[in-house]
């Protein structure tokens, strides 16, 4: 499933580190959006992990689960629509 994962976060260090580290689960599609294909699992542990990254006072980290009838769905205008990454790499 697709799981977007916006946030606004007021220190510029804290913000860098947290694209940096979403980097590793999705695609950015936004300043402050992530496009992330997970597993239920991956999506609990990922939550998990922001948890213990963000300022929860300061921070605002959300993450949005959406079925795949609903990326189905999605328009976009001057980017490609949500797809999830390869399953096989061939090198």
């Given amino acids: 499933m697709l799981v977007l994962v916006i946030y606004d976060i007021p220190d510029d260090r804290r913000r860098t580190k947290l694209a940096t580290f979403l980097e590793g689960y999705g695609r950015r599609v936004q300043y402050s959006a992530f496009e992330c294909f997970l597993s239920l699992d991956e999506m609990r542990q990922l939550y998990a992990a922001l948890a213990k990254r963000v300022n929860l006072e300061e921070d605002n980290v ?30």
């Fill in 62 to 91: 959300r993450l949005y689960w959406l079925s795949r009838e609903a990326v189905a769905r999605v328009l976009t205008l001057g980017s490609p629509p949500p797809e999830p990454p390869p399953t096989h790499y061939i090198i």
